[in-house]
Each structure stands twice: as structure tokens, then as C-alpha cells.
């Protein structure tokens, strides 16, 4: 079973470009969580979609968003890049439905975007 | 809320050394347990969970953790730590809703 893919792994943008990363989950996995990893704060929380809709939402701005497709791939978009979005953006996979097992995230190896 | 805190950022020990990395958490009801470790480079790997049933859950690579209701904790542990073992560990709090994360604790192994 493939794992948790997520391109590009390495990144470099410009103040004020944006920013589209991509995520495919487990075969089989209709949640897909995203969350953003930056020294001294720990993993944050995005957003999580499921189905194609977003189920769960961090405190970010409006300038992140994401997209789940009919097939569960889903991508985030960052627009306006500033300085401080420079971290791993990390991808993860549930079942999302069904028993407690359902809420195991798995995770890819993440995004790393880098503003200069 | 719920909430996760992890009170140490860093932690040495010697090889061959026991090992406990503390985690507190705050939620509604019970809620599902994780821990996850994360290597330099690397996305997190699951080590063990919690759902319900014994307190005392065994995960991967000999780590095991305790759910202590009373104290709002979720320690984990392991008897003799191996160089390998130094990496980042992520402890999580979270159900059918979202999952949270703590901030981490980095794990440094002295030889």
C-alpha cells in the first residue's frame, strides 16, 4: 500500500508569490489533514478536509486554503507569501469514518517552502 | 479547547538510560492518544495510541505509554534507550475532530 505523497518536497518563493502544495493519501483514506511545522511552535493545525469538504479548521488567515478532489488528493494554496510562512508543511491521511482506528493519522515526508 | 503541552523541549540521556517524556493534555472527554516521532528530514511516524482499554498501551521500537485519567497524562517510556532513538517526539490529543500536537520534545542520546 503506497503511503502518503506530497510534492514538490522543497520549495523556494518570493514575498508576495503564492504557493500550491499537493497531497495524496492512502488508497482508500477520505480525510486528509494539513498542518504547518515551524521551529519552537510545533505542528499547527490547518485545516482537515473529507469528502471534498472541509471538516475541521485551525486559526490561520484566509490566505491559506485548501481543496479536496473526488478522488481524496487534496492541495493547499498560500497566497501572498510572507516571510514567517518559511516551515514543512505537513500532509497527513485517515480513513477519517468506522471504528477508532479510522482516526490514525498517517503522514507524509511534507512539503519545505522557503521565502526569500 | 483542547490542548497538548509538552513541558520539555529537550531531553538528554545517556544510551542505555530509561527513559519518560512527559505529556499533558486538556479535553472535553476522553479523548483518542498519540504518539508520533519524527526523525531529522522526515515526516512523523506513529509509535503508539490510545483509544480506550488498558491504560498501559505498547507501541513500536519497545516505547510504551500510560494514560492516567486523574492526572490528564500521557507519559511515554522506555526502559533502555538506543542511539537511534534521538529524533523529535510529537505527543497528540484528538477524536473524530481534529488532532492536535504538542510542540515537541528533542530527544539527545550521550554515547
Known amino acids: 500500500k503506497a503511503g502518503v505523497t506530497q510534492t514538490p518536497r522543497y520549495l523556494i518563493k518570493t514575498r508576495g508569490q503564492q504557493v500550491t502544495l499537493s497531497c495524496s493519501p492512502i488508497?482508500?483514506?477520505?480525510?486528509v489533514s494539513w498542518y504547518q511545522q515551524t521551529p519552537g511552535q510545533g505542528l499547527q493545525f490547518l485545516f482537515e478536509y473529507f469528502s471534498e469538504t472541509q471538516r475541521n479548521k485551525g486559526n490561520f488567515p484566509g490566505r491559506f486554503s485548501g481543496r479536496q478532489f473526488s478522488n481524496s488528493r487534496s492541495e493547499m494554496n498560500v497566497s501572498t507569501l510572507e516571510l514567517g510562512d518559511s516551515a514543512l508543511y505537513l500532509c497527513?491521511?485517515?480513513?477519517?469514518?468506522?471504528?477508532?482506528?479510522?482516526?490514525?493519522?498517517?503522514f507524509g515526508a511534507g512539503s519545505r517552502l522557503t521565502v526569500l | 479547547a483542547q490542548s497538548v503541552t509538552q513541558p520539555d523541549i529537550h531531553i538528554t540521556v545517556s544510551e542505555g538510560a530509561s527513559l519518560e517524556l512527559r505529556c499533558n493534555y486538556s479535553?472535553?472527554?476522553?479523548?483518542?492518544l498519540f504518539w508520533y516521532v519524527q526523525s531529522p528530514g522526515q515526516g512523523l511516524q506513529l509509535l503508539l495510541k490510545?483509544?480506550?482499554?488498558?491504560?498501559l498501551v505498547q507501541g513500536i521500537k519497545g516505547f510504551e505509554a500510560e494514560f492516567k485519567r486523574s492526572q490528564s497524562s500521557f507519559n511515554l517510556r522506555k526502559p533502555s534507550v538506543h542511539w537511534s532513538d534521538a529524533a523529535e517526539y510529537f505527543c497528540a490529543v484528538g477524536a473524530e475532530d481534529k488532532i492536535i500536537f504538542g510542540k515537541g520534545t528533542r530527544l539527545h542520546i550521550l554515547p
Open positions: 488508497s482508500g483514506h477520505r480525510s
Open positions: 490510545y483509544f480506550s482499554g488498558d491504560t
Open positions: 479535553y472535553g472527554a476522553t479523548p483518542y
Open positions: 497527513a491521511s485517515r480513513s477519517g469514518q468506522g471504528d477508532s482506528g479510522a482516526n490514525v493519522l498517517t
